[in-house]
Nanobody
Framework: QVHTVESGGGLVQPGGSLRLSCAAS????????TSWYRQAPGKQRELVAS???????TYADAVKDRFTISRENVKNTVFLQMNSLKPDDTAVYYC?????????WGQGTQVTVSS
């Protein structure tokens, strides 16, 4: 099995920054994909960014040029650096680890952007 845990959420003012971390453990295959999703109250969960174990990354248009996804393969940890945060970025952020055999979601971490 694969276990996924997020950390790093919190309250930040508009224009501020936060860095989220996603640590995966267990039966992680050499090729896998780690993604960040978010879900705001009353809205559907949406994909924010993804990165493969080979380092290829993609972003949603809403966060392109503000968010950066990166990974540290030795520790199976993925980061989401969020800059220039807006109130619309307020949501629960979830990390997802997809391997050839498993699909593991974390419990989510709250990000609130408010003055």
């Amino acid at each position: 099995q694969v276990h996924t845990v997020e950390s790093g959420g919190g309250l930040v003012q508009p224009g501020g920054s936060l860095r989220l971390s996603c640590a995966a453990s267990g039966s992680i295959s050499s090729f896998h994909v780690t993604s960040w999703y978010r879900q705001a109250p009353g809205k559907q969960r949406e994909l924010v960014a993804s990165i493969t174990s080979r380092g290829y990354s993609t972003y949603a248009d809403a966060v392109k040029d503000r968010f950066t996804i990166s990974r540290e393969n030795v520790k199976n940890t993925v980061f989401l650096q969020m800059n220039s945060l807006k109130p619309d970025d307020t949501a629960v952020y979830y990390c997802r680890t997809q391997t050839s055999e498993y699909d593991s979601w974390g419990q989510g971490t709250q990000v609130t952007v408010s003055s």
